[in-house]
């Protein structure tokens, strides 16, 4: 059973990075059958996509984020990570990260628990 | 601003047919499969429905999906109170080149 954890700092100070990181146990990250997602959820609000990364390299970003945001992957950890760069309070949100297979569907057929991250002076 | 609009809500009593709309466009919708998301209070989405009407394993089979043109449906048939929940459609957009999600709908089991 494939299980995916995020952690990292639950504040962080406006104009800072916030760094998130997505561990998974019960498959490995190097497979080329998934794309590695993150996802983010203000209170109360929608879901929006953030971008995703696949083992060969290659990413694809919401482009309303992607001049601040970067995913990389730790193949030796087994993890993937997050990093938004100068953060304002509206990026507060939880933070999810996802596994989606590479079959055409697009789903997003594993979550993570969420991260709350607030951001705050 | 999301590019899928669902209704912000939806009801109905134990037993009673409830179905939930999302439209979009020739990019997301009508050139792509739609998926749907269910949210439980205080809990990470789990995926519903993928490819507009399959379900994954261990979703029950009163949860049933389907896609026409540029709209798709999710529709519970004898909802129950465990149904109450947050539901989200989503597909990929050609044009905005992302995956978007559906504006949400809370659906109530009365």
């Known amino acids: 059973q494939v299980q995916l954890q995020e952690s990292g700092p639950g504040l962080v100070k406006p104009s800072q990075t916030l760094s998130l990181t997505c561990s998974v146990s019960?498959?490995?990250?190097?497979?080329?059958?998934?794309?590695w997602s993150w996802i983010r959820q203000p209170a109360g609000k929608g879901l929006e996509w953030i971008g995703r990364?696949?083992?060969?390299?290659?990413?694809n970003y919401n482009p309303s984020l992607k001049s601040r945001v970067t995913i990389s992957v730790d193949t030796s950890k087994n993890q993937f990570s997050l990093k938004l760069s100068s953060v304002t309070a509206a990026d507060t949100a939880v933070y999810y990260c996802?596994?989606?297979?590479?079959?055409?569907?697009?789903?997003?057929?594993?979550w993570g628990q969420g991260t709350l991250v607030t951001v705050s002076s | 601003q999301s590019v899928l609009t669902q209704p912000p809500s939806a009801s109905g009593t134990p037993g009673q047919r409830v179905t939930i709309s999302c439209s979009g466009s020739?990019?997301?919708?009508?050139?792509?499969?739609v998926n749907w998301y269910q949210q439980l209070p205080g809990t990470a989405p789990k995926l519903l429905m993928y490819?507009?009407?399959q379900r994954p394993s261990g979703v029950p089979d009163r949860f049933s999906g389907s896609k026409s043109g540029t709209s798709a449906s999710l529709a519970i048939s004898g909802i129950q109170s465990e149904d109450e929940a947050d539901y989200y459609c989503?597909?990929?957009?050609?044009?905005?080149?992302?995956?978007?999600f559906g504006t949400g709908t809370k659906v109530t089991v009365l």
């Open positions: 996802a596994r989606e297979p590479r079959d055409g569907y697009n789903s997003l057929d594993y």
């Open positions: 019960g498959g490995s990250i190097s497979s080329s059958s998934y794309y």
């Open positions: 990364f696949y083992t060969s390299g290659s990413t």
């Open positions: 020739s990019s997301n919708i009508g050139g792509n499969t």
């Open positions: 490819g507009n009407n």
């Open positions: 989503a597909t990929w957009d050609d044009s905005l080149a992302r995956y978007v």
